[in-house]
């Protein structure tokens, strides 16, 4: 059983279009952390979020923190090609090791 | 500087072979992690070291080996692989070595291990 699952597994959209991606789990989190990762590359930090509710915006990506800091979203505004990857939520649970989702595939096309 | 290094890029190897993972990190962090990921799936976490020690083993066979010389430099012994251990191997590191965070891990580009 996988602590936190994401959705969608596979998202295929054109250029220009809106997307939400979601993180969710049932256990609570001291933090949760977005990813993204492209092939052969190892994952880079997008953001930290810690406080339940709380909402950060970094250019056109939008990542909101569950009330009861058991979930979370990413929008991407006005998708581009250069925003395809595998998008990785991750956490960790309070005494427990930091865990990964198994992450949404991207794909932006032109 | 948030940049985590790691050597080689590419890696294979046999399976009678010895080689070493390297690993490094310039930012000051206290824990080090090492990482498995195979193809279309996330990091599994292997090992961490938190202030140069030990402090959590993900149940991982003994052909692996980690070592910590010092706060800035992980190494990963391998010895005697099986082909199913080829994989992208990423280190990360993080202010924090415990669990509980708030911490963030940055993760290095990853080796590249085929083992034929």
């Known amino acids: 059983t996988q602590l936190l699952e994401q959705s969608p597994q596979f998202l295929s959209i054109q250029e220009g279009e809106n997307l939400t991606v979601y993180c969710n789990s049932s256990?609570?989190?001291?933090?949760l952390q977005w990813y993204r990762q492209e092939p052969g590359e190892g994952p880079v930090l997008l953001v930290t979020?810690?406080?339940?509710?709380e909402v950060k915006k970094l250019k056109r990506l939008t990542f909101q923190f569950g009330d009861a800091r058991k979930d979370s979203s990413l929008h991407i505004t006005a998708a581009q090609p250069g925003d395809t990857g595998l998008y990785l939520c991750a956490g960790a649970l309070i005494g427990q090791n930091f865990v990964f989702g198994p992450g949404t595939r991207l794909s932006v096309l032109p | 500087d948030t940049e985590v290094t790691q050597t080689p890029k590419h890696l294979v190897m046999g399976m009678t072979n010895k080689k070493s993972l390297k690993c490094e990190q310039h930012m000051g962090h206290r824990a080090m992690y090492w990482y498995k990921q195979k193809a279309k799936k996330p990091p599994e976490l292997m090992f961490v070291y938190s202030y140069e020690k030990l402090s959590i083993n993900e149940s991982v066979p003994s052909r692996f080996s980690p070592e910590c010389p010092n706060s800035s430099l992980l190494n990963l012994h391998l010895h005697a692989l099986q082909p199913e251990d080829s994989a992208l191997y990423l280190c990360?590191?993080?202010?924090?070595?415990?669990?509980?965070?708030?911490?963030?891990?940055?993760f290095g580009p990853g080796t590249r291990l085929t083992v034929t």
């Open positions: 990360a590191s993080s202010q924090a070595g415990v669990a509980g965070g708030p911490y963030e891990q940055y």
């Open positions: 979020v810690v406080t339940g509710g």
């Open positions: 256990s609570v989190f001291s933090s």
